[in-house]
């Protein structure tokens, strides 16, 4: 699954390295960002998130004790559903949009002709939210049958799709057009999604559950998902709304002559799809994978083979990510500097938007461990102790980036880092009331392995660094330094931090180690 998670974000960086190259840091890209940003989040707190968290336990359960045929029935009653009660909030949405424009980033009023822009990206991209959200359902239906890989390469599908699409469209009718390239790859953003969907059907029908439109709200399957997605819909939101308070702030930075500035969204937006790779390669993955196992586990009252199955996801999670923060603040001027430093794409935008993901990087441990905690009480049947942690996440947050952004001088990477605390703190939270109602999950040997692998990463760091030093002085062009440091540093650090786990005991190293060495075995053609 992490395989096919990382071909979805290398996709995605190419979508991204189009973006740039057309776009660089600008107006244009500010307004497509928050065009594309206010349906995500409008996914992220229904499609993806609460109705994932809430239909992947709810069916899993029914997969598990009642059987294929009442499992189909209820993700039909789902999937009608959907269709009619996120298509009608698309609707809402199109008609609102000056609304939540205005509501979002206040600050666009002030540059001319940005605000009208962003309405109109918003609006072409609403219906993306309706193809997501049966996407995501597709996606649970096929992870409770066992199946990873397909719905993990839909998202790949959905890059391909927007980036082709769009640049067809833009070079075609969008040349007859003001802004006709930025709005052609708005339409890319819905054809992607089309594209998304579609590639996940037929793993659906050889599986056996095509769509038959049934709608039942009656339904007691239909009534239980409703009731986990009311406190889901906040229990996931908390880092989607972060960000979105903080293009709020960030929208309204000004320069020393009190001009807002043009960048700080685009700076942002870049720094967090950076760190999507990892987070995606690892948060993302091992929580999908996750997910339905311990939902089984609760279905048949394995409580014990819940905390290790958990405890074991935690230790995975901590093992990918720490190396992974520490790498991304090391490196990313140079990684940076080599995906989108092209064509409007500054240094000095390279420059920021490292600063950004150095900030962001601090929180990538609590993000992906979230994604893990969170579902862990859904198939528990609790959504109310997400909800009050993520409404404590977003109250914190508000109140961190005011106070970061007045009083440090930060700017944009301030907002980054306020982000990053609320996750670590949103995550140990989860992490503390979920231990409390399984009676632990192996704490004291997840402490010592974070300590173990902190160390083996600080390590790492300090290799990356002399590395990079060296590189930068060897050559020339800072085009050649950045990319001799991509092509060397990142497998020396790679190989460094796992010469020193193996030689500080790091124990997640060793499952990885054997896992790896197991799927190679299953491919050998011997």
Same mark, same amino acid.
């Given at each position: ?275 999507? !790779?990892?987070?995606?390669?690892? *948060?993302? =993955?091992?929580? #999908? $994978? /996750? ?7 609760? @279905? &048949? ?55 950004? !993901?150095?900030?962001?990087?601090? *929180?990538? =441990?609590?993000? #992906? $461990? /979230? ?7 859904? @198939? &528990? ?61 192996? *704490? ?83």
């Amino acid at each position: 699954m992490s395989a096919a998670v990382a071909l979805s974000r290398l996709t995605g960086v190419v979508r991204e390295v189009v973006m740039a190259r057309l776009f660089g840091a600008g107006a244009s890209y500010d307004a497509f960002l928050l065009g594309v940003r206010i349906p995500n989040l409008t996914r992220n707190l229904f499609a993806e998130g609460a109705l994932s968290s809430a239909f992947v336990p709810t069916f899993t359960r029914y997969l598990s004790t009642r059987g294929k045929r009442d499992a189909a029935e209820l993700s039909n009653q789902v999937a009608t559903a959907l269709i009619l009660v996120v298509g009608a909030a698309c609707l809402l949405g199109i008609l609102l949009s000056p609304q939540l424009v205005a509501l979002l980033a206040p600050g666009f009023s002030q540059v001319p002709g940005k605000a009208e822009l962003s309405i109109l990206l918003t609006r072409i991209m609403f219906p993306f939210l309706v193809l997501v959200a049966l996407a995501a359902q597709a996606m649970g239906v096929l992870n409770a049958c066992g199946i990873f890989g397909v719905p993990a390469l839909a998202s790949s599908f959905f890059n391909i799709g927007s980036v082709v699409v769009g640049l067809a469209l833009g070079f075609t009718l969008g040349r007859r057009f003001e802004q006709g390239m930025i709005v052609s790859m708005a339409w890319g953003v819905v054809a992607g999604g089309v594209l998304q969907l579609l590639w996940q059907a037929p793993a659906l029908w050889r599986a056996g559950f095509g769509f038959r439109p049934s709608l039942n709200f009656r339904h007691p399957g239909l009534r239980e998902i409703a009731v986990l997605m009311l406190p889901a819909l906040v229990g996931n939101a908390a880092t989607q709304i972060n960000v979105t308070v903080n293009t709020n702030f960030a929208s309204s930075l000004t320069d020393s002559a009190g001009h807002v500035l043009n960048g700080p969204v685009s700076w942002l937006g870049y720094a967090f799809r950076f760190m999507q !790779l990892p987070l995606g390669l690892f *948060g993302v =993955a091992i929580a #999908s $994978a /996750t997910l339905p196992a311990i939902s089984r586990s609760a @279905a &048949l009252d394995r409580m014990a083979e819940f905390r290790e199955t958990l405890a074991r996801s935690l230790g995975m999670v901590l093992l990918l990510t720490i190396p992974s923060s520490v790498g991304l603040a090391v490196m990313g001027e140079s990684m940076i500097g080599v995906v989108y430093q092209w064509g409007r794409f500054t240094a000095y935008d390279t420059h920021q938007t490292a600063l950004a !993901l150095a900030c962001y990087s601090a *929180g990538l =441990a609590g993000y #992906s $461990a /979230t994604k893990v905690l969170a579902p862990a009480f859904y @198939a &528990l049947n609790d959504a109310r102790t997400p909800m009050w942690v993520s409404l404590g996440s977003i109250a914190m947050n508000l109140g961190a980036a005011w106070i970061l952004v007045k009083r440090t001088g930060l700017g944009h990477a301030a907002l980054a880092l306020s982000t990053s605390l609320v996750a670590l703190a949103g995550s140990a939270a989860l992490f503390l009331l979920l231990g409390s109602r399984l009676g632990g999950l192996n *704490g004291r040997r997840l402490a010592w392995s974070a300590l173990r692998i902190a160390a083996a990463a600080i390590v790492m760091g300090v290799a990356c660094r002399a590395s990079s030093s060296a590189i930068h002085l060897f050559f020339v062009s800072e085009k050649l330094a950045e990319l001799a440091d991509v092509a060397v540093s990142i497998p020396l650090g790679a190989a460094v931090f796992y010469a020193a786990g193996r030689f500080l005991a790091v124990e997640e190293l060793e499952g990885i180690r054997s896992a790896v060495l197991h799927f190679f075995k299953e491919c050998s053609p011997t």
